[in-house]
């Protein structure tokens, strides 16, 4: 599955941002969506999954609260809505797909997934 994501940009302290991942190439209600998140000079970070079916949502320490991931299995998109920005957020955004099923906790983890977009840029000024 081929995987693009769009929807970063400059925006300020406070503001909203959706972020897009869209889908080709596979039959995407099979695929478990992830999104994570990378800083300069910082690791990868866990940023949100969504399991196929919809049912379970996970998200990481830093933007739970503040973040919803949210798929359309029939336009094959996966979005992240990111609220109550923080300069801090500031990081390079991944999506992220696998067909493989695992016990939740690994979704956390980068190596799980085995497909990736190619990343937008989402900057938040203060």
């Known amino acids: 599955v081929q995987l693009q994501a769009s929807g970063g940009g400059l925006v300020q302290a406070g503001d909203s941002l959706r972020l897009s991942c869209a889908a080709s190439?596979?039959?995407?209600?099979?695929?478990?969506m992830g999104w994570f998140r990378q800083a300069p000079g910082k690791e990868r970070e866990f940023v949100a999954v969504?399991?196929?079916?919809?049912?379970?949502?996970y998200y990481g320490d830093s933007v739970k609260g503040r973040v919803t991931i949210s798929r359309d299995n029939a336009k094959s998109t996966v979005d992240l809505l990111m609220t109550s920005l923080k300069p801090e957020d500031t990081a390079v955004y991944y999506c992220?797909?696998?067909?493989?099923?695992?016990?939740?906790?690994?979704?956390?983890?980068?190596?799980?997934?085995?497909?990736w977009g190619q990343g937008t840029q989402v900057t938040v000024s203060s």
């Open positions: 969504l399991t196929w079916n919809g049912r379970n949502t």
């Open positions: 992220a797909a696998t067909d493989k099923f695992y016990s939740d906790s690994y979704y956390y983890r980068s190596r799980t997934y085995d497909y």
């Open positions: 190439g596979g039959i995407f209600s099979n695929y478990i």
